[in-house]
């Protein structure tokens, strides 16, 4: 017994041919709604599940060139959905976690005596750490950036954001406290 074509691969395989956006279209109208349902029917908010499915859709055009109709159509799609919300579930604990992280050395600055939004002692100890630390400490700390953020804007990797964190709160740590022990004596 012979399947029937699957005219949606049909039209994926013009769209991955000749870019047709017709095409293409009429694949989204089509899927739009369910791909969104699948997004909801994970516990994720209407909002979410919208830009997920957005993303979805861009991922798949994105991909069209490489696009094979070896099996169905929406078989790809959900394919390409399920990663996409895989990649968020990821990006949003990778986001959680620099986010805690931040918290921590933003506890560790208070509890050396140092008030969020810095008086003198803590300018003073900000301006005696070396210049990639200093950067470090003024946009994670100061402009409130993810790590993420921090490492595209100095274009350097997220972990060596971390590292240069770490040592700047370590010394900041140190200046601040025999800056206490010096007012106190």
Sequence with gaps: MNASPD???????????NG???????????????????FL???VSIHDGEDLAQQTFI???KARAG????????????????SARVDDIR?????????????????????AGAPRRAGA???????ALSPPLREVVELAVFQEMPYAEVSAVLGIPEGTVKSRMFNAVAKLKAALSAGKKDART
């Design 7 to 17: 005219p949606d691969a049909a039209a994926m395989a013009a769209v991955a041919r």
């Design 20 to 38: 047709d956006a017709g095409a293409f279209s009429g694949l989204v109208e089509k899927y739009r709604a369910k791909v969104l349902n699948f």
């Design 41 to 43: 029917r994970q516990g």
């Design 59 to 61: 991922r798949v055009w």
């Design 67 to 82: 696009y094979s109709p070896d099996a169905r159509f929406s078989t790809f799609l959900f394919t390409v959905a399920r």
């Design 91 to 111: 990006r949003k604990d990778a986001r959680r976690r620099v986010e805690e992280g931040w918290r921590e050395n933003r506890d560790v600055l208070a509890a």
């Design 121 to 127: 002692a803590v300018r003073a100890a900000v301006a």
